[in-house]
């Protein structure tokens, strides 16, 4: 059977006439491609009316600048019609100081790289590594080589072991303590066997001081080295250096004579000397027959015992004779189990070593206990219940840090700025600011003059 569809069957079902004639849907169509660019063009137009900008935007302007969202200019100040060019500095500045890292740096990069905008509410000073990297991957200063490590692109993979724990280095400190032995089970304390915990003698310097082992006396006393030049005196992020006073003075006790329930202050040499001098006055005072010095009995080569000899003592004697004694067992035993003493040549009384306990590790860094306070500190100190000597450094090292500072979102920010900053804020600059946000502009005009009537 011979099909009936030929060309001119086919081209006649076309409508030839199908353009001509009105049909509800294409003139829908004609009416909204008009219509939707113009309700575009007049909202736009509205909100420059009304001055609403952030229309024009790539994206959204992180946290700390959402209320300038519709005040381009703030930053966009060169040409408050066009926002091809990224800011200058100079808007930055405007608000508030930018103080460069080290003055021996080769370049100063602007702002804008760091510290990229239009990327939504994101943190703006959390910067990518790269920022950092784009130096540090190849560090070289101005003047000379740097005595930093030179190649640093990553936390994670190439970030060197901290300085401290790099060459075998030791505790600057002079405080003879040993922590195994303080920290056994058994330890005896004032009122029979203890066990002691680091926070019976480390505490941030804003926690409270309810101490177990201070000592209402000695507190009440002055700090020892005259000036307590001790960083930190605030905060929660460093540990306060240990005090005599309060960590060590209930358990070491610091008796001169059995005469006496009285401890010597902890304070400097002549201090305690006059002290203990001055106890010996008040007692010879109030106890004159203690002058009367029996000599022990003995016997002489043939046996026979010799008659005890009676020395009648001058006051001021008898004090030199004990001082001497209680001043014999302090240096050479008392204080000298804490500290290391010497005498300069001709010398009465002892030179203390400064106690130098560090508190700040990491000059180069930041840390902050107060962030880490829901792990024990034996996760990151784990030589302190083990270490004998006060030159053992119980510091953490970078693989501690690396078990939760790593990429990925099960970990903690390992990203530079979260250790370390870049910009050196003691050399901050104050900034007056200039920028009014034209809402406020009316209030703050002077108000109109009154009509005269
Ligand atoms: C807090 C300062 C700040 C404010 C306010 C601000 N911007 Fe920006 N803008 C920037 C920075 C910084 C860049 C460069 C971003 C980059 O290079 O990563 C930029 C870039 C741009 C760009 C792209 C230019 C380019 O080179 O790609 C446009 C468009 C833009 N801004 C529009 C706006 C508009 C519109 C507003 C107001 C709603 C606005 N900006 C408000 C800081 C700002
Ligand atoms: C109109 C004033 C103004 C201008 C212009 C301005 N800022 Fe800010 N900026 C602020 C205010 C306000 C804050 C929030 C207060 C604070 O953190 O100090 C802030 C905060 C910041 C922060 C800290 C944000 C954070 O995550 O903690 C950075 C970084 C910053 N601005 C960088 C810039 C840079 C870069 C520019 C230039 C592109 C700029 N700012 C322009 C007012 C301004
Ligand atoms: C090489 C990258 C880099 C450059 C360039 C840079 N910043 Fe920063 N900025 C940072 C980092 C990292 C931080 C967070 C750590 C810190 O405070 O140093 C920061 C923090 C800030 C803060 C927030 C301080 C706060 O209160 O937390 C402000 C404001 C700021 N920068 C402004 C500026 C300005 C203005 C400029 C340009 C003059 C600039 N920055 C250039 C990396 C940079
Ligand atoms: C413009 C180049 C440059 C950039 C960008 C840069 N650095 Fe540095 N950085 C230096 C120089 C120069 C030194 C000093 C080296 C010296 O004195 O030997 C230095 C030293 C340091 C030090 C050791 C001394 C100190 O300041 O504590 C640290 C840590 C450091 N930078 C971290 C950073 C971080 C984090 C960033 C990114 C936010 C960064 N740097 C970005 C040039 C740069
Ligand atoms: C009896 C008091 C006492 C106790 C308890 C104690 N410490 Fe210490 N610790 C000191 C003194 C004093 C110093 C300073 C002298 C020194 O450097 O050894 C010190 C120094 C340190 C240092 C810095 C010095 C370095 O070389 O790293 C760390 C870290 C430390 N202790 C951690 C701990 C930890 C962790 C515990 C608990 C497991 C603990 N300490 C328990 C008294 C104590
Ligand atoms: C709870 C009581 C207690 C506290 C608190 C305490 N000690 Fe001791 N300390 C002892 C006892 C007990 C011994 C003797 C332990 C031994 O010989 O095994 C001792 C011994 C010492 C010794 C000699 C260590 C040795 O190796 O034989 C030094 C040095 C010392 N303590 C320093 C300190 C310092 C410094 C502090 C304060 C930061 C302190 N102690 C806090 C109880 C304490
Ligand atoms: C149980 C340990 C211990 C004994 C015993 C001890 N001290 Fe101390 N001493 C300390 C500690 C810990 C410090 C650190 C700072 C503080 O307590 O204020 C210190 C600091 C000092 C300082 C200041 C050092 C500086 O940094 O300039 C002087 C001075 C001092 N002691 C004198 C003495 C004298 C004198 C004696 C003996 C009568 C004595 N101490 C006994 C633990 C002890
Ligand atoms: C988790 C914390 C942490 C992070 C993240 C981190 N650092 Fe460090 N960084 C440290 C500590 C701690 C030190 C030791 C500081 C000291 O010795 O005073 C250090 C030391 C340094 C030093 C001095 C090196 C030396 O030779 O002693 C430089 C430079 C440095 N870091 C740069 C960076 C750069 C760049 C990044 C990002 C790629 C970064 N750090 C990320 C903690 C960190
Ligand atoms: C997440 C690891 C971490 C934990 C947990 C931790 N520390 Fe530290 N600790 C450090 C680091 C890092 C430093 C060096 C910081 C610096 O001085 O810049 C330090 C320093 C110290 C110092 C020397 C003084 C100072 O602040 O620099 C003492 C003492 C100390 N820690 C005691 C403790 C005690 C007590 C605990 C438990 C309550 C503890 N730490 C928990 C990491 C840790
Ligand atoms: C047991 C896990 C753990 C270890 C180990 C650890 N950190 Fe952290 N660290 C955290 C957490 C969790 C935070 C808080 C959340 C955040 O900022 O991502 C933090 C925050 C920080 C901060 C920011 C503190 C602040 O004030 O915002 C610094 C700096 C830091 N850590 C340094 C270190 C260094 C240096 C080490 C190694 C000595 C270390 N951390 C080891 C878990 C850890």
Redesign the pocket.
């Known amino acids: 059977m011979a099909r009936g569809r030929t060309t001119k069957k086919l081209a006649q079902r076309i409508d030839l006439e199908y353009f001509r004639r009105p049909e509800p849907m294409r003139r829908l169509r004609f009416a909204l491609s008009i219509a939707v660019p113009a309700a575009a063009l007049l909202w736009i137009l509205g909100l420059g009316v009304a001055g609403k900008q952030h229309i024009y935007q790539a994206g959204g302007l992180s946290r700390a600048h959402v209320v300038l969202s519709d005040h381009c200019g703030a930053c966009h100040v060169s040409a408050t019609t066009s926002f091809r060019k990224a800011p200058a500095d100079q808007a930055c500045l405007g608000c508030h100081d930018g103080p460069i890292h080290h003055a021996n740096q080769l370049s100063t990069p602007s702002c804008v790289p760091c510290h990229s905008e239009h990327r939504g509410a994101i943190r703006l000073a959390a910067t990518d590594d790269s920022s950092c990297a784009g130096c540090h991957v190849n560090l070289r200063i101005r003047g000379g080589s740097t005595t930093f490590a030179p190649s640093i692109s990553s936390f994670v993979n190439d970030h060197p072991q901290f300085a401290i724990l790099r060459a075998p280095r030791q505790d600057p400190g002079t405080i003879k303590l040993n922590h195994a032995a303080h920290l056994r089970p058994d330890l005896h304390g004032p009122k029979g066997a203890v066990q002691l915990d ?2 019976d003698c ?1 505490r941030p310097p804003a926690a409270r001081a309810d101490r177990r082992f201070g000592d209402a006396q000695s507190r009440s006393m002055p700090a020892p080295s005259g000036a307590d030049r001790a960083l930190p005196r605030a905060g929660r ?3 306060a ?1 240990p005090k005599y006073a309060e960590t060590c003075a209930a358990c070491h006790l610091l008796q001169f004579d059995k005469r006496f329930v009285e401890a010597v202050p902890h304070a400097k040499p002549e201090i305690v000397l006059a002290f203990v001098v001055k106890k010996f006055q008040e007692f010879i005072a109030a106890h004159p027959a203690e002058l009367r010095v029996v000599r022990d009995p003995d016997r002489n080569l043939t046996g026979k015992a010799i008659v005890p000899a009676v020395r009648i003592l001058a006051a001021s004697q008898w004090i030199a004779e004990h001082a001497a004694e209680a001043e014999a067992l302090l240096w050479k035993k008392t204080c000298k189990e804490c500290h290391s003493l010497s005498f300069a040549a001709g010398a009465t009384l002892p030179r203390i070593e400064p106690a130098n306990i ?6 180069n ?3 902050n ?1 107060d962030a ?2 829901g ?3 034996t ?3 784990a030589g302190a219940p083990t270490s004998q000597e006060t030159a053992d450094v119980l ?2 090292g970078i693989a ?2 690396r078990t939760c500072h790593a990429r990925g979102e099960n970990h903690a920010e390992s990203r530079c700025f979260e250790c370390h900053t870049y910009h050196d804020w003691s050399k901050r600059k104050e900034v007056r600011p200039s920028f009014i946000l034209p809402s406020f502009r009316s209030a703050l005009e002077p108000p109109a003059e009154p009509h005269a009537n």
């Open positions: 680091c926070g480390h992020e460093l540990m250096p560090t508190t700040r590790w990491f000059p860094a930041r840390f206990h880490h306070r792990f024990t500190c996760s990151c100190h510091l953490p501690t840090c």
